[in-house]
DNA sequence: TGTAACTCCCCTCCG
DNA sequence: GGGAGTTACA
């Protein structure tokens, strides 16, 4: 049989993998090596080999991944013409695909998105109903804390540690699959002393989100792999795939591992890709051990390499195995190229972070003019916030841009209280959204809110009941407004959504197994984006109260009441947004149109898998990179240096990475007016040949310079001020 | 008793 | 800026 064109633009190794029959199949694949791409090959070649769409599972890193895979899958023209017509069946089918088509779709998504998925098909055989609230980290962080007051744990003497560290603390446990003490040992040292108040709290917890019937992040993935676990669902779902993929395989962690090796069955049909020297989520708990034990964990597995990249030119390449090379704990892989080039990649010695971010405008704009759009060219920084002054010269200068990673539009306060009152709608057992929604109201604190809690626990949820609750009198005219609310969303049956928990619907009922519900009954099908604005008009006067900046918040607010539009139901929505938030809003020189051009501000983690012909690194400084926070032991060393490659090998053409050489002291700190910075120590003299030296020259500092400098540090408080 | 106003910290990456 | 804890007032 002659092969096909297309696979003939493999090379040899990426041809193999494509072509892999079956068995467990493992690609380590370097940066920019073509693994999205042998990986849609791969999807073609099954199916071409007759494996029906459906039964194809496509685990990714992002839903972006999943959508993007798909999208080379379809370029392949023997694949459109395919009978087996692709398509992406979301995790968790938002727009999906059209309702013309009725083509079986390759499952698609990341493993919580899939996990969600599963669970409100299957969920019963682990006693979830299908109504479940999908929780996001602040809402983990705000149950966890309510509970913290209420076993007395925070009036101790002796500290007791902050929701946040909670939940990592939790989060890790489940997630390395690892006892708590094991976890306070070695990664929460500080903590020990407290175990039998977390023990107690996480039980507390684990207790809570049962009677409320909520799961956060951790939960997805610890019930699918319960849901595994069980004889007659387990056996269901390994059996419904034929073959499974998994991207980047390097950033998935324990708990993953064990639910794809039971989701592989005896078929065993499973390929995973992934890249040890790009893992850079160890602080999910996420372990390279996954990707080395593949080949114990699945005997016989054939193992593929791909070591030839195609998108960097050879300099940058050396540089970057440059900085590799001193990693402690490698596994050789040297990329290689054909992609000649003359020049190295600069090293930008700045004199300040205003004449960084004046030397990153400049040299956009220089590569905009000699033919390189704004689209292909990206500024990347360790932590969001870094691109604070940045972002206010590019906006000065009208370079339009937007922004990935970082504070997201899901955390701001307001965007949180009209989903807590969307969510207690679909699920009223929501207890921390109610408290969330009723502090909104003047006149109820803690108190108050616990007592209505009470009552509506005691009159099973059902609203109609709730304003025969006592409230403070302050507080009754506000509380009247909510329950007249509640009311009228709930609609005629006097009582919320989803009063059901497990068993007390129709069992006979179960979701369709592929597309979005079609409950005709639902009573949130068609009226979600007529729910907000109901909402709002409850909500408006509220915030305008509470919050300064109001009309920036009331922007968001359409701006959520436009994306809701999009979904079919309420259960939908929520859980999409939970699983896959918008990016952010945060552009606030506003919404670039589709046709313009802009430039790309993001976080190295939310560059990954990306690439651009220009890629600029901002604050490549000892304390930034590798982070201060992050430098607890060689682990955490080792996983910054592994982020600062991952940042370089995202350029394909031109690679800049600059540091500025002082920082000026913030207002708080008295004394000091600057301080000295030094480059990222994984930049060591030794290899600094592999770069450029650009040392800027700063005309003599004059007091206009100085007043320059000021009115931008002005700025930046501008800018974190539109998101109070 | 419960809420509102005040002060003192600290601030990572993401599904 | 915002969370956490403390104090002042209804």
Known sequence: MSEPAWLAELNPQQRAAATHGDGPLLIIAGAGTGKTKTLAARVVCLLQRGVPADRILLLTFTRRAAQEMIRRTQAYPSASRSENAIHLNH??????????????????????AIANRLLRQYGRAVRLAPEFSVWDQTDAEDALNLLRQELGLHSREKRFPKKGT????????????????????????????????????????????????????????????????????????????????????????????????????????????????????????????????????????????????????????????????????????????????????????????AQQCRFVCRQVLEHLEAGVPLRKQAVLVRTAHWSDMLEVELARRNIPFRKFGGLRFLEAAHVKDLLALLRILQNPRDEVSWCRVLHLLPGIGPAASKNILRHLAENGYRVADLNRCSVPSAARPAFEKLCLLLDELAGSRGELAWPSIVGNRDPGRSRPDVGPSSDADDPHRTGIPAQIARIREFYDPLFRDIYDHAEARARDLEQLEQIAATFGSCEEFLSELTLDPPSATSDWSGEPRKDEDWLTLSTIHSAKGCEWDAVMIIHATDGIIPSDLATGDRYEIEEERRLLYVAMTRARNWLYVCFPLRYYATKNELGDRHAFAQLTRFIPPEIRGKFEQWKLTMPQPSSDDAVAIMQQTDARAEIRAQWT
């Open 91 to 112: 995790g968790t089918e938002l727009q999906s695909a059209p309702a013309t088509c009725h083509a079986p779709s390759i499952w698609g998504g990341t493993f919580h």
């Open 166 to 353: 909670c939940l990592d603390i939790y989060s890790r446990c489940v997630n390395s699959r690892r006892p708590l003490a094991s976890v306070l040992k070695r990664d929460f040292p500080w903590c020990v002393e407290c175990e039998d108040g977390l023990k107690r709290l996480f039980a507390a917890y684990t207790e809570f989100k049962e009677r409320q019937q909520a799961l956060d992040y951790d939960d997805l993935l610890l019930f699918w792999l319960a849901l595994m676990k069980t004889p007659d669902a387990g056996a269901r779902i390994a059996e419904r795939f034929d073959h499974i993929l998994v991207d980047e395989y390097q950033d998935t962690n324990k708990l993953q591992g064990e639910i794809l090796l039971r989701l592989a069955g005896k078929k065993r049909n499973v390929t995973v890709c992934g890249d040890d020297a790009q893992s850079i989520y160890g602080f999910r708990a996420a372990t390279v051990r996954n990707i080395l034990d593949f080949p114990k964990q699945f005997p016989g597995a054939a193992i593929i390499t791909l070591e030839q990249n195609y998108r960097s030119v050879q300099p940058i390449l050396d540089a970057a195995n440059a900085v590799m090379g001193y990693a402690r704990q490698r596994f050789t892989k040297n990329l290689w190229s054909n992609r000649r080039s003359d020049q190295r990649p600069a090293l930008v010695h700045c004199l300040d972070e």
